[in-house]
């Protein structure tokens, strides 16, 4: 992957983002013109799809509700098939930061890795998380440095550059529900070059997270036998 005919897209998933969509894409538009972008419209029941519609943004409008995951394996698929280099997760909630993105091409591109990480946690600058989920994020923290050898910082970061070896893979089986960590270790796994950078991430400005405080102990049961199960499996 080198030079400017690098083809690089931004996947957008999105849930009931009325409050945040049209802003993020914006902002994408001002601060990563280089890239290309889809938002994956998680049948939301909100006004995302016809925000999108009006403004004339590229849009996909999955017919059911797949969950994050769901929604993320429709982006990559997409990237996939229509021949794109690079593919970037930003969320659509607007705690992602659109500057990053060019910085993260180069650092992947020219470090020839498979996939970038964009840390909150390298440098501490911006919003931290809450008490609670910094806490879990250092568990699968450890946990994966256990499994894999690697340390990763942010395990739970969405914010994830891809090239095309893991987008074809995350276009045919990707995590279903909190996929974040258990993505990564699949890279890892597969002795894939993986890497973080530091960025700065914003808190959510509107809308609410998907997952609640009681969800809390559902996930990181969850994500751990997933982690687990993904350590042992065969390829």
């Known amino acids: 992957m080198k030079g400017v005919n690098v083809k690089k897209i931004i996947i957008i998933p999105a849930y009931n983002e009325e409050e945040n969509i049209e802003k993020t894409v914006r902002s ?15 049948c939301s029941i909100d006004r995302t799809r016809e925000i999108c519609e009006r403004e004339g943004f590229n849009i996909v409008n999955l017919p059911i509700n797949l969950g994050i995951g769901g929604a993320v394996q429709t982006g990559y698929r997409y990237a996939y098939e229509q021949g794109y280099d690079v593919a970037v997760q930003v969320d659509g909630d607007g705690q992602h930061n659109p ?16 996939m970038v990480i964009g840390s909150r946690f390298i440098e501490k600058k ?22 894999t050898g690697k340390r990763i910082t942010d395990p739970t970061s969405g914010l994830r550059m891809v090239g095309r070896r893991v987008m074809d893979i995350f276009a045919k089986d990707y995590p279903r529900d909190y996929p ?20 700065v991430m ?12 009681g969800k809390s102990v559902y996930y990181m049961v969850k994500v751990t036998f997933a982690i687990l199960i993904e350590r042992i499996r065969k390829y």
């Open 28 to 42: 994408i538009q001002k601060e990563a013109q280089a890239f290309d972008y889809v938002i994956i419209n998680d």
């Open 180 to 199: 974040e960590p258990e993505s990564v270790v699949a890279v890892l796994r597969r002795n894939l070059k993986v890497e973080e950078i530091p960025v």
């Open 126 to 147: 911006g919003f931290q998380s809450s008490r609670s989920r910094r806490v879990g994020i250092k568990f699968f923290s450890v946990l994966i440095k256990i499994l």
């Open 202 to 213: 914003s808190e959510r400005s509107g809308g609410v997270s998907s997952i609640s405080l």
């Open 99 to 114: 500057e990053f993105l060019n910085i993260m091409a180069e650092y992947l591109m020219g470090h020839e890795l498979d």
